[in-house]
């Protein structure tokens, strides 16, 4: 099996933009050439292809991308057995993103033929941060993730406590609200193995990340039947009869039949770096946003300051318009894929999540602004009968004392009493209503 993939995260660069000249000369800025960037717009709507390679002076409305290539050859220990298994570390990839969020990428080349070595060394990249005893991962670790956790330290990474470069557990501060990377992988198989093995078994196998063969019914580990289906169902491109692709909620994978290295590049630049990384991060500002509004529009919204909550929704409303693309190319097929990417990392649930607190925040202020008008009509009300009520019992009085020709206290003091009783009276009725 020749397999490519690409470990991925981001998070949020809390001291703004990185100096790259200054953490690493390796790193050097992706510009498309004007004919690159053409033939770019004829497959792909204009302002997705120029958001995914931004070249604007407006910092919310691409990703600048930067590149190293690592160029290293290593081996990494197998866990389960000790075999030692080959892996070339290509291009390292940081973007940022607009609303300060930085994106990266690791791309490691992998050729063996023992997939379930492949799956578990795999794994242990997915999840670094757990093997802070393995030495077997220091060099990759070096190689690959230390250049990407300078770029975060750039950004602000020391406020956060316990940040440690030379330590693979801090590896946690570059992914957020998750407890390890994405994965994008592409894997071509020879054609015996193509013809007659079971490619959707495969498939789950490696979308899943278990161990060849565990999609057998007589396995105590295996998924369910019906699991099985939802999940193929839901996740699975098969357009083409040369590959097929399984979509999950923190890996896409793409099996081919001996796919040839001009194809493959392809589909890395495509949709890997456009459209897996794209909605990558519409995922983790979407997810973050969520937190945020949990955070300032909990049970204690009435004694929120609304600005902050004003801030918010503003914010959504600019990335709606700027980083949200309703179709992305001109074809079926990049359309089809970058929809259930999309689906797969759950994002219309986080829009879904995130348009009901806004709605629920705005029938609050909705609520209060009607509570505040109802008090001072309340108060304007009042105002009105007592001014009328004083002027009738003047009247009274005056009559009164026209008639009788001597002033009466009394009628003043029931002119207090009534216009006390009606007051509390409406107070009363008005507090009923607003509760």
Not at 88 to 104: D, M, R
Not at 257 to 273: A, G, Q
């Amino acid at each position: 099996m020749v397999y490519t993939g690409f470990i991925c995260g981001g998070f949020t660069a809390v001291g703004g933009d990185s100096n790259f000249e200054n953490i690493d000369a390796r790193w050097q800025p992706v510009v498309k050439s004007a004919e690159a960037r053409a033939a770019g717009h004829r497959l792909y709507v204009s302002e997705f292809y120029d958001f995914c390679y931004h070249r604007g002076k407006d910092r919310n409305t691409g990703l600048r991308r930067y590149s190293m290539d690592a160029n290293a050859d290593i081996e990494i220990t197998v866990p389960s057995n000790g075999h030692k298994l080959p892996l070339h570390i290509g291009e390292l990839e940081v973007s940022h993103a607009p609303f300060s969020v930085v994106l990266f990428s690791v791309r490691f080349d992998i050729d063996t033929d023992n997939i379930d070595d492949l799956i578990e060394v795999v794994n242990k990249f997915r999840y670094v941060s757990l093997y802070v005893n393995d030495r077997s991962l220091d060099e990759f670790f070096s190689i690959a993730i230390t250049p990407i956790m300078k770029v975060y330290a750039s950004c602000g990474a020391y406020r956060e406590h316990g940040f440690n470069i030379e330590d693979p557990a801090s590896c946690k501060y570059l992914v957020e609200n998750t407890n390890k990377f994405r994965l994008f992988q592409i894997a071509s198989v020879d054609n015996d193995l193509w013809v007659n093995g079971d490619t959707d078994h495969i498939l789950f196998e490696l979308g899943s990340m278990s161990r060849i063969g565990v999609v057998n019914p007589n396995d105590l580990f295996s998924p369910s039947k019906d699991y099985f289906q939802r999940t193929m169902e839901a996740g699975r491109i098969d357009i083409f009869n040369n590959w097929k692709g399984l979509a999950l909620y923190d890996t896409f994978t793409m099996l081919g039949h001996e796919v040839s290295k001009e194809i493959r590049e392809y589909w890395i630049e495509c949709n890997f770096k456009m459209l897996y990384m794209s909605q990558m991060f519409v995922k983790i500002y979407l997810t973050r946003l969520n937190k945020n509004f949990r955070m300032y529009l909990g049970d204690n919204y009435l004694k929120l300051n609304r600005n902050v909550a004003n801030k918010l929704q503003n914010r959504y409303d600019e990335f709606d318009c700027k980083c949200w693309f309703d179709t992305v190319a001109y074809s079926k097929l990049p359309c089809e894929i970058h929809a259930i990417m999309g689906s797969s990392m759950e994002i219309a649930i986080e829009k879904e999540r995130l348009y009901d607190k806004i709605m629920r925040q705005n029938l609050k202020r909705e609520k209060l602004s009607d509570q505040r008008m109802n008090k001072l009509l309340f108060f304007m009300t009042m105002l009105a009968m007592s001014s009328a009520i004083w002027d009738a019992c003047c009247l009274v009085e005056g009559m009164y004392e026209l008639t009788m020709h001597e002033s009466q206290v009394f009628i003043r003091i029931v002119t207090y009493v009534v216009l006390f009783v009606i007051f509390i009276v409406m107070f009363l009725s008005n507090r009923r209503s607003n509760d």
